[in-house]
């Protein structure tokens, strides 16, 4: 079940999934320089599906919760850092 | 003119895929493709990319049944799209999902449940010769390469893999990581299906969660067809899985290790085939036996100083291989690496050429070369480094440039502006000097 996570809980815990995002995917760039609203695929950051796999590895090991694609929006979820930390915050088990 | 079954192996009521709502017969799945096949407008090919394995096959069957040849490009990027609707004029675009397809009109895949699967009576055969489908490559001069498909290829390909896997004896429930358009996963899930006897999971499954729930929907015999990538993510991902029965690899060497944890998690024997979107499927091997392969039926190799060919069997023509190959006097063979300017990463082939050409041709880059480090990540993703000299752009208009004609997966990471590419007096760029130009700018950790 999904609950929404209040906006401090997502913007607080933006900084650590930035930085997990940086260092999971060896980017060039420091976590704050991520825009939190900014599209990942394509335009923004510029993910493939690979690094989609890569950070759902990372995720899964620290914050104890497997990601789906049939029970959830994929798109939405990796539409910007801000919804990938909302879904994070209303998933994680640890 | 002489035709082959569209399925064999199966009677009309033998369950041909599983979808989510149960299974699906070979009845219903040839009610449901002719059904297509009427409701598809005019023109010779069909650009299908249906991301669901079913709604793939479905298409694909439609346009069999409509005359329609398949087109399965390396890339659906826009310059890609345009280029095979200029080779291509009429191409339809099926899709079932939002899919850019720029200027190629578009049929969004249809609800089809209102068929009559009773009206079929019988297996339609489709003549031997027809070339069905045009699977592509990236050539060097910046151009697709069309290789062109018959159907009794096709046909003699999935019966040779059936019969090199032990699939004719034991066929299989297939749940494929990998993309159905790819010449991997045509050739090993849905092509298994129509012509080795096994059945196919609909989706496409692509978190390790996503896997796991695939493999346990459907009954076993299990098969999971998937790509080192895959594999090395699921089996990190340490859920619980399934029994399987087979695990079949392609698109990038498998190592020993990961075989090893692999067949000793999922208790089932890994095996990876070797082939090209040029030959088809030439070689299967069980890793963990070694690192000779052994040839699918029918197929035979020659060689000609270092390049290496291949034909006989179903194989179109007499085929040159992108690797150096080193033939045993018992027919089974051992590669000893690419030719040096072809590169793969995650199952998508291209080489430096192709992809040099793509980058100089933008607009304001003076110079450019793409570069692949050597590989330290086994099992994992190496990424391109690219280094352009480029005054009058910025980072940002140049990756935006790149996207419009690449793959994103090749999108250099890191894009390394320089002032001068270390040219020798030839013009040449010795791998070595790009080499020290990469490790010079590479981070210190």
């Known amino acids: ?94 | 003119m002489s035709l082959r079954p569209l399925i064999s192996r199966h009677g009309l009521d033998d369950t041909l895929a599983w979808r989510a709502d149960g299974p699906v017969s070979v009845r219903r799945f040839l009610a449901e493709s002719s059904a297509l096949a009427r409701q598809l407008p005019a023109g010779d090919c069909l650009l299908n990319v249906c991301t669901d394995r079913y709604r793939f096959a479905v298409g694909f069957v439609a346009g069999l049944l409509a005359g329609k040849t398949s087109l399965q490009p390396a890339s659906q990027s826009a310059e890609t799209l345009a280029q095979i609707e200029a080779a291509h004029p009429g191409t339809v675009c099926l899709r079932d999902a939002p899919f850019a397809a720029g200027t190629l009109p578009c049929v969004d895949f249809p609800d089809l449940s209102a068929v009559t699967p009773e009206e079929i009576r019988e297996i339609p055969g489709i003549a031997a010769e027809r070339v069905v489908a045009i699977l592509f490559t990236s050539g060097s001069t910046g151009l697709p390469q069309a290789h062109r498909k018959t159907w009794g290829k096709l046909v003699d390909n999935a019966e040779a893999g059936a019969r090199a896997l032990g699939l004719v004896e034991t066929p299989m429930n297939i749940v494929g990581t990998v993309p159905a358009q790819h010449s991997f996963g045509f050739e090993s899930t849905f092509l298994l299906a129509l012509h080795g006897g096994c059945r196919f999971w609909a989706g496409k499954p692509f978190y390790p969660q996503d896997i796991a729930a695939a493999l346990a929907v459907v009954p076993p015999p299990r098969l999971l067809v998937t790509t080192p990538f895959h594999l090395s993510t699921l089996l990190a991902a340490d859920i619980p899985l399934p029994p399987l029965d087979l695990l079949l690899s392609a698109t990038a060497p498998l190592s020993a290790d990961l075989a090893g944890r692999a067949e000793a998690r999922c208790g089932a024997p890994v095996r990876e085939i070797y082939g090209s979107t040029e030959s088809g499927q030439l070689a299967s091997r069980r890793t963990l036996a070694g690192p000779r392969w052994q040839l699918l039926p029918g197929v035979r190799l020659s060689s000609d100083g270092d390049q290496t060919c291949a034909e006989g069997g179903h194989v179109e023509g007499r085929v040159p291989l992108g690797d150096r190959i080193d033939c045993h006097d018992d027919g089974s063979f051992s590669l000893l690496g690419r030719h040096s300017d072809l590169i793969n990463i995650a199952g998508k082939r291209t080489s430096l050429a192709w992809l040099d050409h793509q980058i100089t041709s933008i607009a304001g880059v003076v110079d450019a070369a793409f570069f692949l480090p050597d590989d330290d990540s086994i099992d994992g993703v190496t990424r391109l480094t690219a280094f352009v000299v480029a005054p009058s752009l910025d980072r940002a208009q140049l990756l935006q440039a790149l996207r419009q004609r690449i793959d994103p997966v090749f999108l250099p990471r890191p894009l390394s502006f320089v002032d001068s590419l270390p040219r020798n007096s030839t013009g040449k760029l010795p791998r070595q000097a790009l080499l020290a130009l990469h490790e010079a700018r590479k981070p210190h950790d």
């Open chain 1, 1 to 94: 079940m999904t609950t929404t996570p209040p906006p401090e809980t997502v913007a607080a815990l933006l900084p650590e999934i930035a930085e997990l995002i940086v260092s999971a995917l060896n980017l060039e760039m420091t976590p704050a320089e991520i825009d939190a609203d900014a599209p990942l695929f394509g335009e923004g950051l510029g993910l493939d599906s690979i690094d989609v796999l890569e950070i759902s590895l990372v995720v899964s090991k620290r914050y104890g919760f497997q990601l789906r694609s049939d029970n959830e929006d994929n798109v939405r979820i990796f539409s910007s850092l801000r919804a990938l930390t909302a879904h994070i915050a209303s998933q994680r088990s640890q």
